[in-house]
């Protein structure tokens, strides 16, 4: 085989392989949304609202498997619940980090 076919050769393997492991990596469009069947944010919602004290919600965020909602109350204090996305349930707080136990 000549230098060139060679060349060729090994420039398509790399490629290739590049190709391949590039695909490996790309993480998956939804992986990082709550799974299908999921309890519905909007009953998780309705849910923070009914709480008393209830005055507004801050934000909702998603990751690993819990809903996180931050809302204030009528008094300004600040509230964070973490929500199981499948059942639903208010999950108790995280031990650990900067001031847990």
Do not use: C, W
């Not at 965020?61 to 059942?87: H, I, P, W």
Request: no cysteine.
């Amino acid at each position: 085989m000549s230098r060139l076919k060679i060349s060729i050769v090994a420039f398509a393997i790399l490629s290739l392989s590049g190709a391949v492991a590039a695909s490996q990596e790309s993480p998956e469009p939804l992986a990082d949304l709550p799974p299908k069947g999921s309890v519905k944010l909007s009953q998780l919602i309705s849910e923070t609202e009914g709480r008393a004290g209830f005055h507004a919600i801050k934000s909702i965020s998603y990751s690993r498997g819990e809903y996180e909602v931050v809302y204030y109350m009528m008094d300004g204090a600040e509230v964070r619940l973490n929500f199981d996305v499948k059942t639903g349930a208010v999950k108790p707080p995280k031990s650990g980090g900067l001031f847990g136990g």
